[in-house]
């Protein structure tokens, strides 16, 4: 219960950031077969707003250090490079054990430089 | 309490000497698992447990929206989902199927494992009712995900009208006392990831006469099928072009 409340607080939050930037983002081609890369918008890329627009958020938290389960992981201040590189293997499928299963089922949604860009804004969080 | 019994299992594989195979699916699913599709004796859509009590509660829309803050995040606000089908559209669906659908997740007979810790924050039968009901009052948008469109249009619409049309309707409105799911404005992509997943079994809550019906359809007829699908409204629920649900 004492999770819900987070969670409630942290998508109200998301309400006022995340979607938002998601409402400017143009919608995918619906022919976009799932698994494809995500298509990336010409603008400079944000890793705060791919956090939320990617929808990170939702399992790893806002602040991302509050994942709605406790087997994931917090990401504010994890290195960098360590990241990228468990994204990465992850998507490729060389990393499948633990919560992978979870994490496979939409990293089409970024793609490498969207990966580098959420890596290095999560690094710089405390 | 779920936790507790895998670990509970997991103690007795060790001692048992066989934790080399077991160990690592237990300690990578954080779900439970029902017995499905793949079970002997499965029996689709069973009346029994939190989802009995689901159905019988009368749903709040009111407390219901306060509950699907935590949906929102990925199925968005006005319950679209993304037109690329990583996350299905649920505006307007069935109270019946949600209730159903969430159950399964809850309960380990349909496997999702990036919406299983979401469907566990919904605290107990009456909160699955609620935010059952508050979706299904959503207009459902007209803006989804379409299949590529062309010449197996024609080769679709005939597989829907000859198999689909009985259970899902000609405008895809499904049924509500049947637990049969609404198809109108689901995205193409979807649809299209949930039938290959029925026909091939992996979909372990399914309906064994929908398995039945499509487990032999070459793949080139899902796809036509499921792009007529994503074709179809249902002018009692659809929302008008131009206004977002």
Redesign the interface.
Known sequence: MRRRGWTLAAVAAAALFGVQAMAQEPAPAGTEPAGTEATTPAAPLDGATLFMQRTCFACHGKDAKTPILPEYPKLAGQNEAYMVRQITDIKSGARNNGNTAAMQGILHLVNEDEIKALAAYLATLK | MIRNRGIGRLAAATLCGVVALAA?VW??D?APKAKGIESEGYQWNQMEGEKVEALTLTGDPKRGE?AF??C???H??NGSG??????PQLAGQHRTVLIKQIADIRAGRRDN??M???AK?L?DPQELADVAAYIETLPIPP??????GGDHLKRGEELYKVNCVKCHGPNGEGSMKDFFPVLAGQ????L??QIRDIAGGKRRNANPDMVKLVKDFPDEDLQAVVDYM?RLGWPERTAKPGKQG
Not at chain 2, 143 to 148: A, E, K, V
């Open positions: 690592p300690a990578q954080a306060a803050e935590v929102s995040a990925c968005l606000p993304r037109p690329d089908g990583t996350f494992p990036i299983y810790p979401f924050t605290v803006n989804n995900g379409r299949g590529p995205h193409y992509a979807y299209l990831r994503s």
